[in-house]
């Protein structure tokens, strides 16, 4: 269900009736009138969009734009304007507040449905993609996944994460922590959305220290060694020189007791996928994973690639940790 919030002080609630009827197939979209004077107390159910009727507010527009971002969780809510005015400076004065859409009302109607509607489709595929890496998410990579599969394409799945990341968040904070996640995905889409690399290659971040990229080219194994290489020639810069020199962190568990974790490093398990080998992309999924473990077991940044026809072999060593 998508709320939408009319900021409006109409008594009458002429725009707001006109929105209810204009949207009234939509049955997954629900529209409030919310008086100025209220914005505040509302907010704090966060809506989907809000839309703010400049003809009935009778306040300052800077000043509604300052309530509606004030609080964090509200700072990424879309503005719609309708506005009386064609006087473009001033439509453009609104546009530099950080508003979406600016619309002349009273306008068509289609126009309204159409650009409320276009703006949902697009929260939509936005809250698929990852805030803070700007990555396609799971429906995104189980979509790509699909549609290889179908269509009988051969290709490397890889499956990335990073090694004691926990030990790090827990020594220099989630800040720091988001910092290497940005950093991984750089490094991971400049080589395997590298130009002249095959355009159908793919990055996904899964979520958290976890990423899937699917290659195309051939040579992935060079994908993997340029990706593990990169990353520990920079990955040093957001440690201290004393942890460098040491080689491991010092963190404290849950008894009190100083533990050793080695830093950061990176593990990719890489897994050739054909159609006569996978009948599902829960599978591929599953394989992937079983690789990636495998090269978990092994100190510093690895990969291990599953190039098996018998998926069983490849489980029964991730089971056993056999490298």
């Known amino acids: 269900m998508k709320k939408i919030y009319l900021i409006d002080n109409d008594k009458e609630e ?12 939509e049955q997954n979209v629900d529209i409030e009138n919310v008086s100025v004077k209220l914005i505040k107390e509302k907010l704090k159910n966060i809506p ?14 800077k000043e509604i734009f300052q309530k509606i971002k004030d609080a964090q969780q509200n700072s990424n809510i879309p503005l719609i304007v309708l506005t009386p005015s064609e006087d473009e400076e001033h439509i453009i004065e609104i546009l530099k507040n950080d508003v979406e859409i600016c619309l002349k009302y009273p306008s068509n109607c289609d126009i309204l449905y159409y650009t409320i509607m276009n703006l949902i489709k697009l929260l939509n595929r936005n809250r698929t993609v990852s805030p803070l890496t700007g990555l396609p998410g799971n429906s995104q990579i189980q979509l790509e996944m699909q549609e290889r599969l179908e269509k009988g394409e051969k290709y490397a799945l890889m499956y990335i994460d990073l090694d004691n990341f926990k030990a790090y968040n827990d020594t220099y904070g989630f800040s720091n922590g988001d910092e290497i996640i940005k950093l991984t995905a750089n490094i991971i889409t400049k080589y395997v959305l590298k130009k002249g690399r095959n355009e159908r290659n793919f990055v996904g971040h899964i979520g958290g220290d976890d990423f899937v990229a699917l290659v195309e080219d051939k040579d992935y194994e060079n994908i993997c060694q340029d990706i593990i290489a990169e990353f520990d020639k920079r990955v040093v810069k957001y440690f201290t020189k004393e942890d460098i020199e040491r080689g491991y962190l010092e963190v404290e568990n849950r008894k009190g007791l100083i533990e050793p974790f080695p830093l950061t490093t990176i593990s990719i398990g890489v897994v050739e996928v054909t159609n006569d080998r996978f009948k599902n992309t829960l599978e591929i999924g599953e394989a992937g994973a079983a690789v990636k473990h495998l090269a978990k077991t092994i100190w510093g940044s690895t990969y291990v690639i599953d190039r098996r026809k018998n998926r069983e072999e490849i489980y029964d060593k991730a089971k056993n940790k056999i490298v």
């Open 48 to 61: 989907d969009i809000c839309i703010i009727n400049e003809d009935e507010i009778n306040s300052d527009l």
């Open 14 to 25: 002429k725009l707001y009736k006109k929105l209810k009827q204009i949207m009234k197939k």
